[in-house]
Every structure is written in C-alpha cells, then in structure tokens.
Nanobody, 118 residues
C-alpha cells in the first residue's frame, strides 16, 4: 500500500511557474515508478511525467522542455516543476505510483487543481 498526497496547485498566469509535490507514505526509492498525470474537463487522464526506480524520466510531448520531474528520497517526495505554463495546462494533476515500474499506476493521490489564466 502507498498513500500519496499532492500539494502545490493553484492559479497562475500564463508564462508563470508552479511546483507540485507528492508525498508518499513509504520509501519512494523502493517504488518502481512514480508519475504525474493530469485530467482536464472532458478529456482522458494523460501522463505528464514519470520517474523510474533508476532515476530515468519520461515526459509527455506537450510538456517536454517546460516541466521537470524530480524526487527526494530522504523526504519520500516527488516534485513536478512546471515552467512557462500555458492555459492548456489547466487540469487536475494527480500523482501515481506503480510498484512494478511500468507506470501502470496502482495507487493514486487525490489530485490538485492547476489553473492557468491567459
């Protein structure tokens, strides 16, 4: 079992930045993969960024070069640094954990709203 708690969402103007945090209830370096996903109204949930047990990362095409995923094992926390935000980044952002390491998420956080105004 893994409990995940996201924080850091909010309202920001286009071009601005936010950093999301995902605190896990267990040692994150033992979790195969963790990722950030987002879901906008009327759209399917999509992968934003993932980080694997070996530190390698994966990004969705729409956020490459703007968002960065990172982790702090001592704090059991995964971060998503979001720069150059666009109105189309508006969504509920969810943290997910997959013990198997394939980003087939088994555990979800409750989500945090990110709204980017134009």
């Amino acid at each position: 079992q893994v409990q995940l708690v996201e924080s850091g969402g909010g309202l920001v103007q286009a071009g601005g930045s936010l950093r999301l945090s995902c605190a896990a209830s267990r040692y994150i370096l033992t979790i195969g993969a963790m990722g950030w996903y987002r879901q906008a109204p009327g759209k399917q949930r999509e992968l934003v960024a993932g980080i694997f047990w070996d530190g390698s990362t994966k990004y969705g095409d729409s956020v490459k070069g703007r968002f960065t995923i990172s982790r702090d094992g001592a704090k059991n926390t995964v971060y998503l640094q979001m720069n150059s935000l666009k109105p189309e980044d508006t969504a509920v952002y969810y943290c997910g954990a997959d013990p198997s390491g394939t980003l087939d998420v088994r555990y979800w956080g409750q989500g945090t709203q990110v709204t980017v105004s134009s």
